[in-house]
């Protein structure tokens, strides 16, 4: 991911920071900190306390459920300003000959911006790899604690990037769309012993792929997803939906890519489910419909197993519309003119 050019730095106690992460869900209790429970943003937090030799709050693009995985997951958390200017400040890996060498072969001197720019950078990587040389240690220990030995510097969540943003950014309601993937296998042919963490091998025979994207269509758009959905007090479950797609993948694994505004609790995993219903022949095309319409808990839609889920993609606006978007996005759908709605959450 480039990284966008910063905003000035402020003279305030915090600077907020941009994290573009990846994980494996597999060994975590989801995203949400749980008290006695590795979670995904329990790791985190305390590496960044850690370094912040304070609390520190993350905020997440979605939430996600013990088992999903993340391949770009996206938050954001205020840390104290000197701990950004020291990364700043911090001498770089690059030797000083070799500093000399690439300004001798330089055409022309960088402008002022792209030298803060460069200078970002290289603090973002510093500090990207401050965190997941520590990330790696406690994932070490946890392993060794449990009789396991991974392979030196690894860990199951990485931070692909770190970036300082202005405090108009927030990671979740400044999003504009989330992208899933869900993997199954409806064959032995298609299973693979290294991929049994990220898809579901499924028994019953095969899927017929065309009769689920036909049963697909007719909930793309903007609808109440109640049936598919376990709701929030206070949350609403409308959502639009733009893209329910099921391919054959090269060998043989069946992909369903997922795509919304934002999605509410376990409902990429409803839709995913009652789409393997269609797909079995247990059901009939037009049932997905009828549950969309029955809008009801009491007729619900399976919910698919979680290790199938990864989130692949959080899209934002320009720089300029975050703040728009937020404000937009903190409003309740029910309490907006039809045409103006916004999604509220966005749990996978």
């Known amino acids: 991911m480039a990284l966008s050019h910063p905003p000035e730095l402020s003279q305030g106690a915090s600077h907020r920071l941009r994290l573009d992460l990846a994980y494996d869900g597999?060994?975590?209790?989801?995203?949400?900190?749980?008290?006695?429970l590795r979670t995904v943003e329990g790791e985190i937090s305390e590496v960044l306390s850690m370094i912040a030799r304070g609390p520190v709050t993350l905020t997440v693009a979605g939430r996600t459920d013990a088992g999903v995985h993340a391949s770009a997951?996206?938050?954001?958390?205020?840390?104290?300003?000197?701990?950004?200017?020291?990364?700043?400040?911090?001498?770089?890996?690059?030797?000083?000959?070799?500093?000399?060498?690439?300004?001798?072969?330089?055409?022309?001197?960088?402008?002022?911006?792209q030298t803060i720019h460069a200078l970002t950078i290289q603090a973002g990587e510093r500090l990207s790899h401050r965190i997941n040389s520590i990330l790696a240690r406690r994932y070490a220990q946890y392993c060794e604690e449990r009789g396991q030995r991974v392979p030196r510097g690894t860990s199951d969540v990485l931070i692909h990037a770190v970036q300082p943003v202005?405090?108009?950014?927030?990671a979740r309601f400044s999003a504009i769309g989330r992208a899933y993937v869900y993997r199954m296998s409806d064959g032995q042919a298609a299973r693979s012993p290294l991929r049994r963490h990220d898809v579901v091998w499924l028994g019953g025979g095969a899927l017929d792929v065309d009769a689920m994207n036909e049963a697909a269509v007719a909930l793309l758009g903007e609808h109440d997803f109640l049936a598919y959905c376990r709701p929030r007090q206070g949350a609403t479950t409308i959502r639009t939906l733009r893209t329910l797609r099921f391919s054959r993948a090269d060998g043989g694994v069946i992909e369903a890519e997922v795509e919304a505004d934002a999605f509410c609790h376990s409902m990429v995993r409803s839709l995913v489910g009652a789409a393997i219903e269609v797909g079995s022949g247990?059901?009939?095309?037009?049932?997905?419909?009828?549950?969309?319409?029955?809008?009801?808990?009491?007729?619900?839609?399976?919910?698919?197993?979680?290790?199938?889920?990864?989130?692949?993609?959080?899209?934002?606006p320009p720089a300029g519309e975050w703040a728009t978007r937020a404000a937009a996005a903190r409003r309740r759908r029910d309490e907006v003119p039809a045409a103006g709605k916004q999604g509220d959450c966005c749990d996978g």
């Open 166 to 170: 202005s405090s108009d950014f927030d």
């Open 282 to 316: 247990r059901r009939a095309v037009g049932w997905m419909a009828e549950l969309l319409a029955a809008r009801s808990r009491e007729q619900a839609a399976p919910i698919a197993p979680a290790h199938g889920l990864t989130l692949q993609r959080v899209d934002y």
């Open 26 to 36: 597999t060994l975590f209790h989801g995203w949400a900190t749980q008290p006695g």
């Open 73 to 113: 997951q996206t938050a954001h958390a205020d840390l104290p300003q000197n701990l950004w200017e020291s990364a700043l400040r911090a001498r770089s890996s690059t030797s000083a000959q070799e500093r000399s060498a690439e300004s001798l072969a330089a055409r022309e001197l960088p402008t002022q911006a």
